[in-house]
């Protein structure tokens, strides 16, 4: 948390209680409007308004609930494009559009990314079925009015290895340690240093070839969150909607993407990889997880 004393996130030099401090009005210095042009123009940044920010809950909200529901699903037997199928079946329902379907180059051509194992993410749904001992990762955007939610879980398939059982456990741990330290004044780079410590403590190694990203009115927004160590001192503030997704792995951090469809990314050794997401808004005091979903 924020507290009175600290210094403003907004770079006035002031003491939060007398800069941005809610119901203290705003420093002359550094008023929000300047504060969003100026995050729009230097980092390709959207600060959300209040009605946007209704509008991205909403959306995240469902999202996690489609995810739950899809996870429940994923049982030993079951094939990725069943959970895929079924997925996109409850959007459908929702009023909201699976945002992975047509998106990039070439088109992904699924609705969700189902990755098993070894995938490190993008997995493209087939007719692969679920076996005893798989981890799964369960990826899952949806468009809903217009605005953007994002969020992926683990599910183990009855019981598996210890190394596959490590990476899911620490790739959640990671996500939520380095939720834990958002708020308005620190860098983005306190999101990799929170991932990578953790990660390397546990024996770990952390994919640098994929980050979270800015998303609500657009997929993927500004600014990239690296969930390696970084240098990027880019400072969090209110209104800032962005993921946290770390990807985990046993082995090498390296991940290599398939030549043959192009989305698969695999890791480079084929041992396990895991990974978890949340879609995450900062508030004048701290941070809110948007997407719903629990462990
Ligand atoms: N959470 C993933 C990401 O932001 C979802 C990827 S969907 C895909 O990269 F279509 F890009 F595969
Ligand atoms: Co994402």
């Known amino acids: 948390m924020i507290n009175r004393n600290d210094q403003c996130w907004c770079d006035s030099g ?51 609930e489609i995810l739950d529901k899809t996870c429940a699903m994923a049982k030993e037997g079951v094939t990725t494009l069943e959970l895929n199928d079924y997925a996109h ?36 749904p087939d007719n692969t079925k679920l076996r005893n001992g798989d981890i799964v990762n369960i990826d899952l955007s949806c468009i809903l009015d217009g605005y ?10 009855g019981s598996t290895t210890p190394e596959r059982q490590l990476v899911v456990d620490v790739s959640y741990e990671c996500l939520m340690k380095s939720i834990e330290i958002l708020k308005p004044g620190i860098p983005v780079s306190a999101i990799g240093d929170a991932i990578e410590s953790h990660a390397t403590a546990r024996g770990c190694s952390v994919v640098y070839q994929f980050v979270g990203h800015g998303i609500g009115i657009e997929f993927h927004e500004g600014p990239q969150v690296a969930h390696n160590r970084n240098s990027n001192h880019i400072l969090l503030v209110p209104g800032m909607t962005f993921t946290i997704e770390p990807m985990i792995n046993a082995g090498v951090p390296e991940a290599i993407v398939s030549k043959k469809d192009q989305w698969t990314a695999r890791t480079e050794d084929g041992r396990a990889s895991a990974q978890w997401e949340h879609t995450i808004l900062i508030t004048d005091k701290g941070h809110e997880i948007l997407t719903t979903w629990k462990r």
């Open 14 to 64: 002031k003491k939060w209680k007398n800069c941005h401090f809610p119901n203290k009005g705003t420093a002359k210095s550094s008023s929000p409007e300047d504060l969003k042009s100026q995050y729009f123009r230097k980092y390709h940044i959207i600060l959300k308004t209040e009605e946007e920010i209704r509008g991205i809950r909403r959306a995240c909200r469902l999202t996690s």
């Open 89 to 124: 079946k409850l959007h459908i329902e929702a009023g909201a559009i699976p945002a992975p379907l047509n998106y990039g180059y070439p088109p992904f051509s699924k609705s969700i990314c189902t990755s098993i194992n070894e995938v490190v993410c993008h997995g493209i």
């Open 148 to 157: 953007y939610g994002d969020c992926s879980r683990m599910v183990v398939i």
